[in-house]
């Protein structure tokens, strides 16, 4: 069974920058599509950005779109999330996912079906 860990949160001041890592462990990993979303209080999770895990497609929301940069390392099975320009409005806890199931977006939260526990990011005004 693939475990999926995140590492890299933390309270930043905006305007400044994050880089959230998710490491896989556990059996094979080879995911079509690796994701983060985040989810503030009161509100449902959203997306942010994925990326093919064996390829170059990456996509991100508009919210986070010039700001944030998915990136992975398949050697260390670990998807990366660079997040700069930070914003209050940033302020959620951040989740990876993994999807085995491919969609021309892949945008939608039910498709994923691996997910971390999540790392809280904190952005002060």
């Known amino acids: 069974q693939v475990q999926l860990v995140e590492s890299g949160g933390g309270l930043v001041q905006a305007g400044g920058s994050l880089r959230l890592s998710c490491a896989a462990s556990?059996?094979?990993?080879?995911?079509?599509?690796m994701a983060w979303f985040r989810q503030a209080p009161g509100k449902e999770r959203e997306f942010v950005s994925r990326?093919?895990?064996?390829?170059?497609?990456?996509y991100y929301a508009d919210s986070v779109k010039g700001r944030f940069t998915i990136s992975r390392d398949n050697a260390k099975d670990t998807v990366y999330l660079q997040m700069n320009s930070l914003k209050p409005e940033d302020t959620a806890v951040y989740f990876c996912?993994?999807?085995?199931?491919?969609?021309?977006?892949?945008?939608?939260?039910?498709?994923?079906?691996?997910w971390g526990q999540g790392t809280q990011v904190t952005v002060s005004s």
């Open positions: 556990g059996r094979a990993f080879s995911p079509y599509f």
């Open positions: 990326i093919q895990w064996r390829g170059s497609s990456t």
């Open positions: 996912a993994a999807s085995s199931y491919y969609s021309p977006i892949g945008v939608r939260a039910e498709m994923y079906t691996v």
